[in-house]
């Protein structure tokens, strides 16, 4: 479903695609002047010095590129320096130099970054952060060392401690990003230790998963209370984050002297689910023990309000003693008879899971928060459950790689990453392919996990994920561009394995190549069977033929004869030399065209197009097969195989034979593929009776015709219809309008946050680099002074001025009622 509603977007809005791409920022070249002031402004700068661009270095400097504007709303800026053309002393003149990028605060170089550290915009944004706020980040070892860090912060301020597997994940950025606003309230915690994870309550069964506890120390006024600690469900990202701290930050249960319908609070606002427990004034006082115990177990899950049961509308059920609000835009209150908070808590974690009530299929221990921006993200999420044995397949390291490629014949390798929902979900089909293909002694499928060794995916040249590549001994390895699919990466394997073109040596075997009769293992990955008929004189055209071959390889093998027979069989099959001969499908006879054009390109065009179906049912599977911007598309909705749907089908297969050539002509049967009812009600703002006959002009005006409605579905009709479309006689039925493919939750400021927690926090910070100094003085290698007259007044610089940025206060009246504010917009 997800994928057709990709494909539903890029028809809808194929043209603000193209307009978007170019909105890139350049990465700002500075000279040896620019430079020295941007050291002398004070400010922060992340600099790279480069000399030569090779590939590797390339793709750095586009991760460096894409991070300019994201570190830019931090005031820290991110330029190059081309030691080609300026000299800058001490960083162009050495050669490791240029394998890193450098981090300033004014004249002073905190640290340097090895490229390969620096693999991403996440990577690069989280690291340069983690360097700036060591003060606000701690980061621990071990669990004695948490228990010390709660110690010390209980009666004072509250911990928020995060596990993420690396530093420079998406995580690490998003926990990092989060420092930033609330490092002046929080005391944060990080660690990479899986060791420290042992002491902890882990609900999540994998223990490679980033996850983020809020430990409440400022509630614990004696140092034997242990502060109490409440998990993190959801994927850590600063959006989610954001939202669940200032859940924590609204009261454990609120008291409310309204209606329940008329209960704003901040779950409500973040569409999270919300229990009423209804009191009166003989049990308020057991009413008020049971919401606090029921707050405490779904905190961040669901909000808990407690409702005087004389706010409940006359026709509420007497009984009834617990009211419930579902997760989502969906108001309505359901009423329930409950008498412990074991069964709230039970009703809740039923229940959160489900956008609608009626679904039964989700998982019922999600919890949920918000609604993920991306579909497949939500998908992961929402199946993180299930374990996925990824023993199955070998993992490659930087080592194992070359010499598997050495050893074996067939290898097939998915390059990934852990931390990419796309990654994640094709590995599911991946493994199933592993599992087909476990008896096959010449081919192992593989995989390398780029963020473990991204030297490996950057020596192969893997610059998106999750990319498959075959490699075969002896030859050029081969990418794999299909769907991400069990059937697609199956089909692409298997006919990777057959040499491509298969050479034939007589008549004989032409026609047994073309019935399916050679290769029978590999008919159920056939899509149609194609010959290349070729005189032996016909050299240059033959080995443009061979090239094109090769170029196919994994979508279509090709035959190839060259007897001195071949105008027999030219005779034949009516087509003159050079020539294509091929079978669209068991019940066709064999087709022959003549080559017009010698050419590579036009030879791999022309034998697309035999593989195309004129009259094709369109599928999530070969859509992308038969979508041409720029022809209409003219569709028939049907969904039975009633007279009058076979009538319609068969009129317009004889259609397809007329001059109908400037319309991409198909058919979607909506018991196959049911997000075509989806399709159909944008096309028209309704659903028509079946059959029906659409035309689509998508590359123009957008505009949609339908065939009238109770008219016999005929060539003729047909014909006269789209006649009338092209000279304007027909008015459309809808026009499609560009509509942009947004977040469903809306976007915010995140510096105008960091100003209403703590005014003036948002601005550039320069701490005491005395302090700086001893954290890395060990580091004599990497600090470096450009301006020995400023490292002297740089180091005696009176501390007050960062421990008053890092100071707390009360927010005023008009700040809460900003802060009220935006939580209603978000």
Known sequence: MAQWHSYLCLILLYAVYFNAVDGMKMLRTLNQQHFINILQSGKTSLIYFKRTTNPSIRLFLQQLEKSSESLGEYGITVAQVNCATEKVPKYCENEDVLKKAYLFRGNIMLRSFATDTLFDVDAIVANVLFILLFNEIKYVSSLMDLHDIENNMKGRGDVIFTFVRAIGVPEHRAIMETAFVYGAKYQFVLTTEQSVLEGMDLEDPDRLSAKLWFCHCKMATDRNQPCKRSSFKQPLTTVNIHSYLKVLEAPLVTEATVPPERVSTVHVQLKMPVVFIFTQRETYEHDRITAESVAWQLLGRAGVVLVPRTQLQPNVPADVTVGYRPAGGDFSINYFVITSAEEIVDLVKGKVTTREEDDEEEDEDMDFIGVQDDEVSEAIYRDRWRELDVDLVQALTDSSFPSSLATIPHVVVLFYTAWDAVSMAFLQSYMAVSTKLADLKDLVLTRVNCGDWPDVCLKENVTCFPAVKIYIQGENPLLYTGMLGTQSLLKFIMLSRV????????????????????????????????????????????????????????????????????????????????????????????????????????????????????????????????????????????????????????????????????????????????????????????????????????????????????????????????????????????????????????????????????????????????????????????????????????????????????????????????????????
């Not at 032409?510 to 009769?517: F, H, I, N, S, T």
């Not at 032996?536 to 196919?552: C, G, Q, R």
């Not at 090709?558 to 068991?586: C, H, M």
């Not at 598309?633 to 297969?653: H, P, V, Y």
């Open 499 to 826: 040499p491509n073109p298969v050479l034939l040596t007589s008549a004989e075997d032409v026609e047994a190549y073309l019935k399916g009769e050679l290769h029978r293992d590999l008919k159920p990955h056939w899509d149609i069977p194609v010959v290349g008929l070729f005189s032996p004189e016909m050299k240059k055209v033959k080995d443009a033929f061979i090239e094109a071959a090769y170029s196919l390889r994994g979508t279509v093998v090709l035959g190839l004869y060259t007897q001195r027979d071949v105008s027999y069989l030219s005779q034949k099959f009516g087509a003159a030399l050079p020539a294509l001969v091929f079978v669209r499908n068991e019940e066709s006879h064999m087709e022959g065209i003549h080559l017009d054009s010698l050419s590579t390109e036009d030879i791999v065009s022309a034998v697309k197009s035999a593989m195309l179906e004129k009259l094709p049912e369109i599928t999530v599977e070969n859509f992308p097969s038969y979508f041409q911007p720029l022809k209409p598309l003219l569709i028939l909705f049907i969904d039975n195989d009633d007279t009058k749907t076979l009538k319609a089908r068969e009129e317009l297969a004889e259609l397809t034979k007329l001059s109908v050539q400037m319309y991409t002509t198909c058919w979607i049967d909506l018991r196959n593929t049911p997000v075509g009812k989806e399709i159909l009600q944008v096309y028209l703002n309704y659903l028509p009776q079946l059959p029906a006959l659409i035309l689509v002009q998508l590359s123009s005006s957008g505009q949609v015709f339908a065939f009238p409605e109770g008219q016999l579905i005929a060539r003729m009709g047909v014909l006269h219809w789209l006649k009338k479309v092209q000279t304007g006689q027909e008015d459309p039925k809808n026009l499609l309008q560009g509509r942009e493919w947004t977040p469903p939750q809306a976007s915010y400021d995140f510096l105008a946050i960091m100003d209403i927690v703590r005014p003036g926090f948002a601005k550039q910070r320069i701490p005491n680099s005395a302090k700086q100094k001893n954290l890395y003085e060990e580091e004599e290698n990497e600090t470096e002074y450009l301006s020995e007259s400023n490292e002297e007044e740089d180091q005696n610089e009176p501390a007050a001025e960062f421990e008053k940025v890092q100071g707390t206060s009360t927010p005023s009246n008009k700040e809460k009622k900003i802060q009220h504010e935006f939580h209603n917009e978000l």
